[in-house]
Nanobody, 127 residues
């Protein structure tokens, strides 16, 4: 069973950048697809980006496409979300999640396919 810990959130001005990290422990990281989701105040959790176990397949939600980049380093048991050109509407708690490859065929946009979740990291973008 994998445990996930996010870091790298903070306060940034609009147009700025942040890099979130998702450190995994307790499991073989390469046996999991990874997704990043976010939840803004008063809104439901939504998909942001996902990456397959080996990094060969990535998927992005339309609002972040072209601005966010998801990546992973299986040797370091860590996934990343590089966020550029941040907007106030990107303000949210960002969660990373892991889906076992024997249960989910590839990187998924469906939060229900992810069995393991981190506690989240706050990202606040000021205008």
């Amino acid at each position: 069973q994998v445990q996930l810990v996010e870091s790298g959130g903070g306060l940034v001005q609009a147009g700025g950048s942040l890099r979130l990290s998702c450190a995994a422990s307790g499991g073989i990281f390469s046996r999991y697809h990874v997704g990043w989701f976010r939840q803004a105040p008063g809104k439901e959790r939504e998909f942001a980006a996902a990456i397959s176990w080996g990094g060969g397949i990535t998927s992005y939600a339309d609002p972040v496409k072209g601005r966010f980049t998801i990546s992973r380093d299986n040797a370091k048991n860590t996934a990343y979300l590089e966020m550029r050109s941040l907007k106030p509407e990107d303000t949210a708690v960002y969660y990373c999640a892991a889906a076992p490859i024997h249960q989910v065929p590839s990187a998924s946009r469906d939060a229900g396919r992810y069995a393991y979740w981190g506690q989240g990291t706050q990202v606040t973008v000021s205008s």
